[in-house]
């Protein structure tokens, strides 16, 4: 009887161990940071809409605002130099991103950015990003 316990118990334990990993995976938080990218190379409003936290309501219009005024006045192209995970709970992600921005006729523009993600609903997005020096 204590063995099957036992067993019970192990079985449990890994379980919840690789829920854990999968909650607090890297690879989801990187996803959303080079999706958002890619999908303001590609000016796709909707993909970089799907990157921003939807339950701030005054956020997100305001975000989706600015980045269709920016994709349709200015013809700008993104990469992600460097990228790294501050800190990492299973609610919350701060992200470090060494950016660069190329808009035409212009010289490369470097930013060292701060991404603030949230999670909900199994899934990863932005709350929030902040240039820093």
């Known amino acids: 009887m204590m063995k099957k316990i036992f067993f019970v118990l192990l079985v ?20 959303v940071i080079y999706k958002n990218t890619d999908s ?9 809409m799907e990157t921003i936290d939807p339950e701030d309501t005054f956020k997100f219009n305001s975000t989706k605002n ?6 349709n006045s200015v013809n700008v ?7 790294s995970i501050i800190s990492l709970s299973s609610e919350t992600a701060h992200v ?27 899934r990863w997005y ?3 990003s902040l240039v820093i020096q």
């Open 12 to 31: 449990l334990f890994v379980f919840s161990s690789c829920e854990k990993i999968k909650e607090n995976d890297p690879e989801l938080i990187r996803d």
């Open 40 to 48: 303001m190379n590609r000016k796709d409003i909707s993909g970089y």
């Open 66 to 71: 600015t980045v269709e005024f920016i994709f």
């Open 77 to 83: 192209q993104s990469k992600i130099d460097s990228f």
């Open 96 to 122: 470090f991103t060494r950016m660069v921005f190329q808009i035409e006729g212009k010289d490369e523009i470097f930013n060292n950015m701060e991404h603030i993600l949230i999670k909900r609903k199994d």
């Open 126 to 128: 932005i709350a929030g």
